[in-house]
């Protein structure tokens, strides 16, 4: 294994330097209500381990999420290959960008785009094809490690603020995220994962910390969706002079088609499982992540944006081309490409991004349950109403005038 000194002289020839955010900000809330500011975020208790030039803050940016990774000090012997590789692979994504009629030979500037919904909404498809972007660097569900649970307030709402800090700056430090990855290894951005072969797929290389935060600051843009925290928390996110190139999408979608989803399509949600299963639950998200966003919208009205999955599925190339435009990027021609693809087939798979995009919009109506039509439209009749779904007395030889109203938001 070799010395770190050594280790760090390598990685100077491949290394490029990619503006990171950094959030700062002031308290400004009780823990009990949640974490307003990402000042507020306590210490964890600091096992000992070895000594650092700089010591870390204990509060908010640069605290460790998880302070009981026992780390190997120098990745393995192939991470220098791997990040050339990396590298290489996006200097060609910036050159097509360079070619590609869309731009006019102009590269947009570094964006960071959070996508923040709940499960069985949509996310899958949006990430995706946010990814299909050239030089997108993707961070798949950072969350998926609080299982199915929302992050709302307390000691969880403070986790979760804390490694989506650490992964929007390239910081991967978290001893439960890493094992997450190593589980499913799909969470880890495609490009980066295309040259980890199996006898690389060890903490010593393509799992290693400081390995994936120098391929993570090759890409000038990120991608992040989360389904397991309330969209309030991101609220310290936004109040951060330095962090103007992030934009959140609020993605939502009618709590008939997620409820269905959920209960038809995949295995993992029960009627044990009381975060998923129930409408009312899923309902009174909806309603608080609607007034975070108002509040959110009033003072930040260019960085944040709710989509409707309805609305962007029933006019995908529009929209697309709109909400790409809205986060500050370029259509371009991968992007339009992956649009043609993914909505002109339809897969019956639960995560696939693979949908006739009208079609699939009115499967539940085809499929729900009178039982469960009438469950969930008892618990969530205002919140419908609220994002301009229509009530309806049967889901007999409906067209999506029939559950779709214009949605208009009262800030």
Known sequence: MRASRGFYGMLALVAVTITSVMFISGPSGGAGDGYNSLAQLPPHPAPPRRKMSKPRPRFGIGRRFENTYNRIDTPGKHVTEILQKVNSAVGRDLQILRQDPQLEGKIPAAKQIVIVTTWRSGSTFMEAFFDSHPAMFDIYEPLSQFGLQRARNGAQAAQAQALITDLLQCKYESIKYLDKIKVIDSMMDPTVHSFCNKSMWREDTCLHPEFLSKACQFFPWKILKIVRMDLGLLKPFLE???????????????????????????????????????????????????????????????????????????????????????????????????????????????????????????????????????????????????????????????SLKDVLNEIIIDL
């Not at 919208?297 to 790409?324: G, Q």
Request: aromatic share 10%; with cysteine; hydrophobic share 35%.
């Open 240 to 398: 951060s002079p330095v962090s103007s190139d992030l934009r959140i999408i609020y993605l939502v979608r009618d709590p008939r088609a997620v409820i269905h989803s959920r209960r038809a399509t995949v295995t993992w949600c029960k009627p044990t499982s009381v975060e998923c299963y129930f409408p009312s639950v899923l309902c009174q998200d909806m309603d608080n992540d609607l007034e975070s966003f108002k509040t959110l919208k009033k003072l930040y009205p260019d960085r944040i944006h709710l989509l409707r999955y309805e609305d962007f599925m029933n006019d995908v190339s529009n929209m697309a081309r709109n909400v790409t435009q809205w986060v500050g990027l370029t259509y371009t021609t991968s992007m339009e490409k992956f649009i043609e693809i993914h909505t002109s087939k339809e897969q019956n798979k639960p995560w696939t991004t693979s949908r006739k995009s009208k079609e699939h919009l009115l499967h539940w109506t085809r499929n729900m349950s009178s039982t469960d039509l009438v469950e969930v439209q008892d618990a969530c009749a205002d919140t419908m109403t609220n994002f301009g779904y229509k009530l309806v007395n049967g889901t007999k030889n409906l």
